[in-house]
């Protein structure tokens, strides 16, 4: 099992930054895959950017590419959303997930989930 626990959302402005972390707790942090995935009002689960538990493989959808940067820190349990240049199409609920398999696009995929941070990016 383990714990994930998503911070750092908020409102912010259309070209702004927001780094979003999410802290894991309970089995070792190193082996699993990681992803942040975001939901829109009204709107379904997305895919965002995924992490392999070594680092090596990265999945960015085409709407924050070359914006949204994933990053992990294995010592401190954690990993990073580097989100810049916001647009307001960007606002949603987001949230990270893990798993013990390989990396994929699918939310069904993932075991473990955190309860998400709500981003509002104004216009």
């Known amino acids: 099992q383990v714990q994930l626990v998503e911070s750092g959302g908020g409102l912010v402005q259309a070209g702004d930054s927001l780094r979003l972390s999410c802290a894991a707790s309970?089995?070792?942090?190193?082996?699993?895959?990681l992803a942040w995935f975001r939901q829109a009002p009204g709107k379904g689960r997305e895919f965002v950017v995924g992490?392999?538990?070594?680092?090596?493989?990265?999945y960015v959808e085409d709407s924050v590419k070359g914006r949204f940067t994933i990053s992990r820190d294995n010592a401190k349990n954690t990993v990073y959303l580097q989100m810049n240049s916001l647009k307001p199409e960007d606002t949603a609920v987001y949230y990270c997930?893990?798993?013990?398999?390989?990396?994929?696009?699918?939310?069904?995929?993932?075991?473990?989930w955190g309860q998400g941070t709500q981003v509002t990016v104004s216009s």
């Open positions: 997930a893990a798993t013990e398999k390989l990396l994929s696009r699918d939310g069904n995929w993932y075991d473990y």
């Open positions: 309970g089995r070792t942090f190193s082996v699993y895959t």
């Open positions: 992490v392999s538990w070594t680092g090596t493989m990265l």
